[in-house]
């Protein structure tokens, strides 16, 4: 299994940014997929699931209406647009394979929100 984000950089708050992540290795149309984040000193933090099959979306609550997951299941890769970016959302964001639990996981992605 491998998993491969890019698309992180340094923005601006209000800023946007699309985070992208390439699969590869498995069936990735079977798997539901999520991206979470790290921040400096802290644990992991959901962000957002999608099913396999896209119809279906699970958000934490800091990011409803912000943020917006996305699959393309003919291309093997997971999206996560993020619009309005607010300095907490400052973190590295890592998609990994799973819904609510998580088997394996990229080496992420670095946002970070500051003027």
């Known amino acids: 299994v491998q998993l491969v984000e890019s698309g992180g950089g340094l923005v601006q708050p209000g800023g946007s940014l699309t985070l992208s992540c390439v699969a590869s290795a498995f069936a990735f149309s079977n798997y539901p997929m999520s991206w979470y984040r790290q921040a400096p000193g802290k644990g992991r933090a959901f962000v957002a699931s999608i099913t396999n099959d896209g119809a279906n979306f699970n958000y934490a609550d800091d990011v409803k209406g912000r943020f917006t997951i996305s699959r393309d299941n003919a291309k093997n890769t997971v999206y996560l647009r993020m619009m309005n970016l607010k300095p907490d959302d400052t973190a590295m964001y890592y998609c990994?394979?799973?819904?609510?639990?998580?088997?394996?996981w990229g080496q992420g992605t670095q946002v970070t929100v500051s003027s």
């Open positions: 990994a394979r799973g819904w609510t639990t998580w088997d394996w």
